[in-house]
């Protein structure tokens, strides 16, 4: 068993955080995207990994090389951003035909996955949403097999969202579908899709079942990452040791506070995640995510997204700052 990641998307709706910050690596309830993901699957025992990367990939290999230095790790460069399909196409000869747990790297879902490694069939992971038209959908038989798979229909037969999340047992017969789709240049949106290879496998008589996922969380866009950081701190997060780097300071959990932090005078969340080394005082701070290194004075802050390497001095707004960015509130911006 192979897992394939792919995570050489630019994240455009998470800018500016995405121009200097791969999305895998945002910070999510203390940890990153993308270590939630490498770390559930590494207790279903997968042990090796292989990542697409593109837009700042030498940020993701480093961090994935000193955060997991027992794992087998491949990284394939995506140099041109053609889809889905077309990255995990990319990985056909050093997969071969062994299986293959493909999981979208910015797809956080709630699953037994060694229940879904050792299920017979191949699997996909889905989800009810209430409009599909923006998801790949599955129609399914009474039996739980999917019978068609269509990529954002303007029709939608089912409300079942693909969330992205693969186990493939007839490997080579998907990277068959793949190039098939290459070679024809058979795009939708502009992108070789694996929703279409997914058609192509269920034609050529591929069996593939699906499986509900518990939780889905969104890890697109400014609100949804709040959102998703809020109820995965009550996940994982734990209350903040005494510490005297926390001077005359209320936390209301659940927060995750990163090594290394000084904060004092301040009230920090509920549902507040901080970087490490990052410095505090006189603030306010709930439902919000600050990057590491950051510098926070005399603010109140509800619903904001803080870069790493940030320095924020004034008082209240709504902000959404990206890394290396230094902001006076009283004053203008640098």
């Known amino acids: 068993m192979k897992a394939i990641i ?8 998470l800018r500016p955080h995405t121009y200097t910050q791969p999305k895998a690596l945002i910070p999510l309830a203390g940890k990153t995207i993308l270590s939630i993901i490498v770390d559930q699957l590494k207790e279903a025992n997968v042990k090796e990994f292989i990542f697409i990367i593109g837009y700042l990939g030498e940020k993701i290999q480093q961090y994935v090389t000193q955060t997991y230095p027992n794992l087998t790790c491949h990284f394939i460069q995506q140099n041109e951003r053609h889809g889905t399909g077309h990255a995990i196409r990319l990985t056909k000869d050093i997969v071969g035909d062994d299986e293959a747990f493909i999981v979208l790297g910015d797809t956080i879902a709630e699953f037994s996955v060694s229940e879904i490694i050792n299920a017979p069939f191949s699997m996909v992971g889905i989800k009810k949403v209430d409009d599909p038209r923006n998801f790949g959908v599955a129609e399914m038989d009474d039996d739980g097999f999917i019978s068609r798979v269509v990529e954002k229909p303007a029709i939608p037969k089912s409300n079942m969202a693909l969330v992205g999340v ?3 047992k007839e490997t080579l017969l998907l990277f068959d579908c793949l190039q098939k789709l290459i070679d024809s240049n058979f795009k939708k949106y502009d992108e070789f899709s694996i929703t ?3 058609e ?23 609100e949804s ?3 998703s950081n809020a109820i995965m701190l009550k996940k994982f997060s734990q209350p903040p040791l005494e510490s005297n780097n926390f001077q005359n300071t209320i936390f209301v959990p659940p927060v995750s506070i990163g090594t290394g932090c000084l904060i004092k005078n301040s009230v920090i969340g509920p549902n507040v995640a901080v970087g490490e080394h990052t410095m505090i005082n006189n603030a306010i701070i709930k439902d919000s995510i600050i990057g590491s290194y950051s510098n926070l004075v005399e603010i ?15 008082s209240s707004r709504h902000l959404n ?10 004053g203008g911006t640098k």
């Open 6 to 13: 792919p995570v050489a998307g630019a994240g455009t709706k």
């Open 300 to 314: 109140v802050l509800n619903n904001s997204l803080i870069g790493s390497d940030a320095e924020v001095k004034g």
């Open 321 to 330: 700052i990206g890394d290396n960015t230094a902001i006076d509130l009283g």
């Open 166 to 168: 693969y186990k493939i």
């Open 196 to 198: 279409d290879a997914l």
């Open 200 to 222: 192509c496998m269920i034609e050529n008589g591929a069996k593939i079942r699906t499986f509900k996922v518990e939780n889905w969380f969104d890890c697109g866009k400014k």
């Open 225 to 227: 990452l709040l959102q």
